[in-house]
């Protein structure tokens, strides 16, 4: 079996380190100025990149902007300016974007760049030339939108099945790829982990679309109907259909067939070769980040391109093949897929420029697991920054290092042993080494996607599971807050000193640790934490950071706090919308009119029952380690709760109206542990979580008012 990481053969050594990491982004369309979704995926690349590095691994992060095709043409054609025109401006706004939200790629590339399209038209050349793509007189049903055509059997109620819009009836001469030969060879190339797709349920997506006949791919459109694109080598009618084009450009960018350097003074990749070498060098560990709507396009077309071009260049079919997918959700609004149409399309920028870029990081790790939907909304925002960041961690660091400076002289205290010596200590240590040590044979074993336990950060980081990075180093403050809240160092320092820097010097360490987990998504704050706690601002890379580095006597340092909290009131005005186009019906001027009366529903009192009849029930407190919606139902959640068991209680919970999946793991929760087991849509529950409703009839989780220990009972 092939290493899970680098392709090289070494069995089952699957987190072999270091190495070198290339992340792509899909490169973006000009139709329209960037939203959150881009956001989403372009912070959770940089994330990726910024982790991979604290492993020790070279990296290379290639974002971009898509800039032919009919929708362009069209997007132009209606501002009444030159297509160009039209790419430069979008094409700033998306550059621009990226400082802003703390995002750094290496390149940034565009698809109308002169190097850009000789690598298309080098690659069609030799296509045309082996006989790999041919003229068809062709007929089908065509989806403007998504430039795509579609054959009466694939089409859903006689409209798009991708985007739903209405189809067009095309019959025109075309070229095409002769995609169908590679069918079999892709199929087996993700049986066999060649090309690896994440999460496991989407390779299970691509491989039911490849149950079916795989068709020949039309590359071209005439000129007559779109003239904005690149120039068929061989054919000057006609131009290249855009994703035959816009894919190139993930090859492009690390020297494909000799493409040339950038020339925007973005950084051109180690080591610094032209053409085959460079790409040699990079391509083996490539990794696209994507959204899930388009993964098999690049999942079915891309792999047999470069099939079809190793081919044409001589080489096994199977030598350019891109490694890794990593497929990303949705953020809904209200459940709803943003929409210009709708109104709800959410700007990233207006949460960055009020809350700061770190709370929009910090929010969508925290409330979309990878390759699941997550709802978007600002209440979700405010209590992400102002119970994670701001109380979690920010108090956290705030009263830890004014204790030092109180009682310690502002000098990091020394350890009375090398041993925790109370339960909480130990708690501390224990999180913070598992998170630190080599990934074993058992962690290679473990279904990574699925498994929800605490894992080694190299495992987390190398499976992209990049919400449990903040999950996990999220569980290690927590222990610390406990820490705190048990040892009570400002109660024992006036009796014994000596304990106190103890548990000082734990939490310290404890947070030094946690604060280089957590760099990769607060790349500015990290720093800072570990400036004020006296570790300095330099990272040291997961395979040297060790419990007990902290040198005692450093100084540490106060300052204000470093996460602001927001209140409720300012919720509105966080997210700036696209708004509808001008010819939508205007909303009614709702705001002048007096609110509507709340009215809040009152239970019955219930009978009596005696002491014994409560004892009976087993509630207990447990943290949700898993939240994913349930196939065929709008209520349900599926839950994995630790209660402090050997495993994880699954539990269907009717919450999905009021909650989206990814806001809930990380959270505490009641836990009715010993009701009788129920089967749900096909799913066993063993357990209830307890809620109530507000005002509005949405569901509220009943939790401990300070984290406590999984499985702790109520009485």
Not at 440 to 452: E, F, M, Y
Not at 566 to 572: F, G, L, M, S
């Amino acid at each position: 079996m092939p290493c899970y990481a680098c392709r090289s053969p070494r069995g089952r050594r699957v987190f072999c380190m270091p190495q070198r990491f290339y992340v792509t982004t899909p490169i973006y369309y000009v139709n329209d100025k960037p939203h959150i979704g881009h956001a989403y995926c372009t912070i959770l690349a940089d994330v990726a990149v910024r982790a991979h590095r604290l492993l020790g691994d070279e990296t290379y992060f290639l974002t971009g902007t898509d800039e032919h095709g009919q929708k362009v043409q069209e997007a132009a054609a209606k501002r009444g300016i030159d297509p160009q025109a039209h790419c430069d401006e979008l094409h700033a706004a998306f550059k621009s974007l990226w400082p802003q939200l703390l995002c750094a790629p290496d390149q940034f590339i565009r698809t109308t760049e002169p190097r850009h399209k000789a690598v298309v038209q080098r690659a069609l050349a030799r296509l045309y030339e082996r006989g790999l793509v041919v003229p068809r007189e062709f007929e089908g049903w065509y989806c403007v939108p998504d430039e795509r055509f579609w054959t009466e059997k694939e089409l859903a109620g006689g409209n798009c099945p991708t985007c739903g819009r209405q189809v067009v009836r095309l019959k025109e001469k075309n070229w095409f790829f002769l995609m169908g030969q590679f069918q079999q060879p892709l199929r087996e190339a993700i049986q066999s982990g060649a090309i690896a797709i994440h999460p496991a349920s989407r390779a299970n997506e691509v491989l039911g679309f490849l149950d079916k006949p795989l068709q020949d791919l039309c590359i071209s459109r005439p000129k007559s109907r779109l003239s904005w694109g690149i120039e068929l080598p061989f054919d000057p009618d006609y131009v290249t259909y855009v994703w035959f084009d816009a894919l190139l450009n993930y090859a492009t960018a690390v020297g494909f067939l000799d493409a040339d350097p950038p020339t925007d003074g973005a950084q051109w990749p180690e080591p610094r070769l032209a053409g085959d070498g460079n790409f040699d060098g990079w391509w083996p560990h490539v990794a696209h980040f994507l959204g899930k709507d388009i993964l098999t396009t690049h999942a079915v077309y891309w792999p047999t391109m470069l099939m079809g071009l190793a081919q044409a260049f001589d080489r096994p079919i199977d030598a350019w093949l891109p490694r890794r997918f990593v497929a990303t959700g949705w953020f809904l609004v209200d459940n709803t897929k943003m929409s210009k149409s709708l109104g709800n399309v959410v700007s990233p920028l207006g949460l960055a420029e009020r809350m700061g870029p770190e709370v929009l990081r910090w929010f969508v790790l925290r409330e979309m697991v990878v390759g699941l939907d997550a709802n978007f909304s600002e209440e979700a925002v405010l209590r992400r920054n102002n119970v994670e960041l701001a109380n979690d961690l920010g108090n956290l660091v705030q009263r830890t290092v004014a204790l030092v400076e109180k009682w310690f002289g502002g000098r990091v205290p020394p350890p009375s042993g090398s041993e925790p010596t109370t339960p909480a200590q130990k708690a501390v240590r224990e999180v913070a080494e598992l998170l630190l040590r080599p990934a074993t044979a058992a962690d290679v074993a473990d279904p990574v996607w699925t498994g929800d336990r605490l894992a080694p950060a190299t495992v987390t980081i190398r499976s992209f599971r990049l919400h449990r990075l903040a999950a996990d180093g999220l569980a290690l403050v927590g222990r610390l807050n406990e820490l705190i809240q048990h040892d009570a160092p400002f109660r024992t320092v006036r009796d014994n000193p000596a304990a106190a820097a103890q548990t000082l010097y734990c939490a310290l360490e404890g947070l030094r640790i946690a604060a280089t987990l957590l760099q990769p998504i607060l790349p500015a704050s990290a720093p800072e934490i570990l400036r004020r706690i006296g570790a300095g601002e330099t990272l040291i890379a997961l395979p040297d950071l060790r419990w007990g580095q902290l040198a005692p006597d450093s100084p540490v340092a106060g300052g204000a706090p470093l996460f602001a909290k927001y209140e409720p009131a300012v919720a509105p005005a966080l997210a700036t919308q696209v708004q509808p186009p001008a010819s939508a019906t205007p909303p009614v001027a709702e705001s002048l009119a007096p609110p509507p009366e709340v009215l809040v529903k009152v239970e019955a009192v219930r009978p009596d029952v005696s002491i014994d009849q409560f004892g009976a029930l087993d509630v207990r407190v447990g943290t949700v380690t898993l939240a994913e919606p349930v196939p065929k139902s709008s209520k349900l959640l599926r839950l994995l709760v630790d209660l402090g068991e050997a495993a994880p209680r699954q539990i269907l919970s009717g919450i999905a109206e009021s909650f989206g999946a990814g806001e809930l793991v990380g959270q505490q929760v009641l836990v009715l542990a010993n009701l009788a087991p129920r089967k749900m849509m096909g799913l066993q529950s063993h357990g209830m979580v307890l809620v109530s409703e507000d005002a509005l009839g949405r569901r509220v989780l009943v939790q401990p008012a300070r984290p406590v220990n999984p499985g702790a009972g109520v009485r």
